[in-house]
T-cell receptor
Framework: EADIYQTPRYLVIGTGKKITLECSQT?????MYWYQQDPGMELHLIHY???????EKGDLSSESTVSRIRTEHFPLTLESARPSHTSQYLC?????????FGPGTRLTVL | SQQGEEDPQALSIQEGENATMNCSYKTSINNLQWYRQNSGRGLVHLIL?????REKHSGRLRVTLDTSKKSSSLLITASRAADTASYFCATDKGDYKLSFGAGTTVTVRA
């Protein structure tokens, strides 16, 4: 079954640690996205990719970085986590105009 | 930047009643989409309406679009407890990037 996977689902980490949030998909979609969402708030696009070796920054400035070496994999990395990075991070793929979302990673930085 | 704004922020209705929520946006769009998010989870695509369409139906969902007023509405008929969720409108300017509003939280009481 085609799907989108995000790991870990929950992460509590100390300030200054390097973290990587994983996103993988079996849908074969070229377009992939990372959103940041605070509780009860709108989603903000922080990174997107339209294919292998293509990454762009989104509308919301973020200290995170992404890579797209394989179609199915779009990891997000924070080199030095801070409390201001505490949020939910949602990964999505896109086919034509529609987007398909993973379950999200809830990150808490202490 | 936030393109869409939903109204109301929260809505509580009895099972079997209809739920209506509105979305306003600021710039010209290619299409407008509605997504549902259950608590703490990823978003699920509900329906897409193109800029040259005025109304669209899908099951118990009815979406309208008024491009002259830059607004859309989502009607859920005969609501069920399972419809309890947050509903987001998202606009697409034709570049495959979505701009989301802050959402309407719907609670359906049994």
């Amino acid at each position: 079954e085609a799907d989108i996977y995000q790991t870990p689902r929950y992460l509590v980490i100390g300030t200054g640690k390097k973290i990587t949030l994983e996103c993988s998909q079996t849908m074969g979609h070229d377009k992939m996205y990372w959103y940041q969402q605070d509780p009860g708030m709108e989603l903000h696009l922080i990174h997107y990719s339209y294919g292998v070796n293509s990454t762009e920054k989104g509308d919301l400035s973020s200290e995170s970085t992404v890579s797209r070496i394989r179609t199915e994999h779009f990891p997000l990395t924070l080199e030095s986590a801070r409390p201001s990075h505490t949020s939910q991070y949602l990964c999505a793929t896109g086919l034509y105009n529609e987007q398909f979302f993973g379950p999200g990673t809830r990150l808490t930085v202490l | 930047s936030q393109q869409g704004e939903e109204d109301p922020q929260a809505l509580s209705i009895q099972e079997g009643e209809n739920a209506t929520m509105n979305c306003s946006y600021k710039t010209s769009i290619n299409n407008l989409q509605w997504y549902r998010q259950n608590s703490g989870r990823g978003l699920v695509h509900l329906i897409l309406i193109r800029s040259n369409e005025r109304e669209k139906h899908s099951g118990r969902l009815r979406v309208t679009l008024d491009t002259s007023k830059k607004s859309s509405s989502l009607l859920i008929t005969a609501s069920r407890a399972a419809d309890t969720a947050s509903y987001f409108c998202a606009t697409d300017k034709g570049d495959y990037k979505l701009s989301f509003g802050a959402g309407t939280t719907v609670t359906v009481r049994a």
